[in-house]
């Protein structure tokens, strides 16, 4: 019961970020101000992109869903991992983006292939899927994109 209530309080989260903080400048950790383009909330990560194409992080790290090339456990504070995003999305220990050059990148638990890139193997970091990607939505245990050609791909 628990678990389905932190979920669903998440989910909350994160319509309020998306609906109410979409381009609104507010400070980070450094006093610095970002403007928020978009979120994407995991389980227990979140996933931050500025409107400025910089990707911030923060929240647990166990499958490495955060991408930050190491073992770290928990982030918990928002860092910002990389610049050149467009477009994100996280699952429960899995996240996805997409790069202003169309290409798709992956990182965490690729169990029963959830990368579609062929294989089962996991990451800790962000790695190349495929190039010409328009949009990318990751389930609890799949995923899902559309391709610049309009076709729907799933894993």
């Known amino acids: 019961m628990k678990k389905h209530f932190f979920v669903l309080l998440m989910f909350y989260v994160c ?11 507010t400070p980070n950790n450094n006093n610095e101000e970002i403007t928020i383009k978009s979120a994407s909330l995991g389980n227990e990560s979140s ?5 400025d194409g910089s990707l911030w992080v923060f929240g647990m ?19 910002k991992l990389m610049d050149g995003v467009k477009y994100l ?10 790069k202003e050059d169309d290409s798709l990148w992956a990182t965490g638990d690729n169990t029963g292939g959830r990368f579609g890139n062929g294989n089962q193997v996991s990451s800790y970091g962000f790695i190349k899927i495929r190039d010409d990607v328009k949009s990318v939505s990751c389930g609890p245990s799949h995923t899902s994109i559309i391709t610049m050609e309009g076709d729907l791909l799933s894993s």
């Open 15 to 25: 319509l309020f970020f998306m609906s109410c903080f979409n381009g609104i400048s």
């Open 61 to 79: 790290n166990g499958d490495g869903q955060l991408g930050l090339s190491s073992t770290i456990i928990k982030q918990p504070t928002p860092i």
């Open 89 to 98: 999305s996280a699952s429960d220990r899995y996240s996805m983006i997409i």
């Open 47 to 51: 996933l931050i992109l500025e409107t």
